[in-house]
């Protein structure tokens, strides 16, 4: 039972356009989000975050969107550069005492030069 | 300014012997989760520790893996009696609390274990 899922494991983009990356979820006791990216052999580096009270973050170049009616959130870069390749990972935790993340299972940006 | 650290990075181990894994925490963080990427999966929630205490451990296996974090010195994942399964990479991470939902978590770079 897969309560956030990724359904496009790959994307790829052409440098100087919008990537939007897509994540959905099932449990509506999920109240923060966060986008982390990850290259090969390294950690998931945290990326932007979105608490459940707001339907936009923005970080230079990254804006995370949530919709909550729908129970969807996605991640735009742009404009996207080719050291954005890596895969993106959606996670959310439910308020309480853990922070126990759960996350979907990555998307691979690809942004071609 | 040293982020999540953890050692090693990769462990080679045969069938039936012990792997640790150590995860010192970010400075001035004092909780410490520990997660499992398998190979062609997302991350996998494992273990949530404070210094001394165990406040969630919903995502371990029930036999072979532990966790502790003691009040000195890094956080262990141990694990005995290894089996091929068990290869996956392991990352650790840390906040500074754990209760306040907006808290954002810090991963350090895994621990890649191959049995063999």
């Known amino acids: 039972d897969q309560q956030v899922k990724q359904n496009s494991p790959s994307l790829s983009v052409q440098e100087g356009r919008i990537s939007i990356l897509n994540c959905d979820y099932t449990?509506?006791?999920?109240?923060?989000f966060l986008w982390y990216k990850k290259y090969p052999a390294e950690g998931p580096t945290f990326l932007i975050s979105?608490?459940?009270?707001?339907d936009k973050n923005e970080d230079g170049r990254f804006t995370v969107f949530l919709n909550k009616s729908a129970k969807h959130l996605s991640l735009h870069i742009v404009p996207s550069q080719p050291g954005d390749s890596a895969v993106y990972f959606c996670a959310a935790s439910a308020g309480g005492s853990a922070r126990q993340l759960t996350f979907g299972s990555g998307t691979q940006l690809t942004v071609l030069p | 300014n040293a982020g999540v650290m953890q050692n090693p990075r990769h462990l080679v181990r045969r069938r039936g012997q012990e792997a640790r894994l150590r995860c010192s925490p970010m400075k001035g963080h004092s909780h410490v989760y520990w997660y499992r990427q398998l190979p062609e999966e997302g991350l996998k929630f494992m273990v949530y520790?404070?210094?001394?205490?165990?406040?969630?451990e919903s995502g371990m296996p029930k036999e072979r893996f532990s966790a502790e974090f003691p009040k000195e010195g890094p956080s262990i994942l141990r694990i005995q009696q290894v089996v091929r399964g068990d290869s996956a990479a392991y990352f650790c991470a840390s906040s500074p609390t754990g209760r306040q939902s907006g808290n954002t978590i810090y991963f350090g770079e895994g621990s890649w274990l191959t049995v063999v």
């Open positions: 449990n509506s006791m999920f109240d923060y």
């Open positions: 979105i608490s459940s009270i707001k």
């Open positions: 520790l404070q210094k001394e205490n165990i406040i969630d």
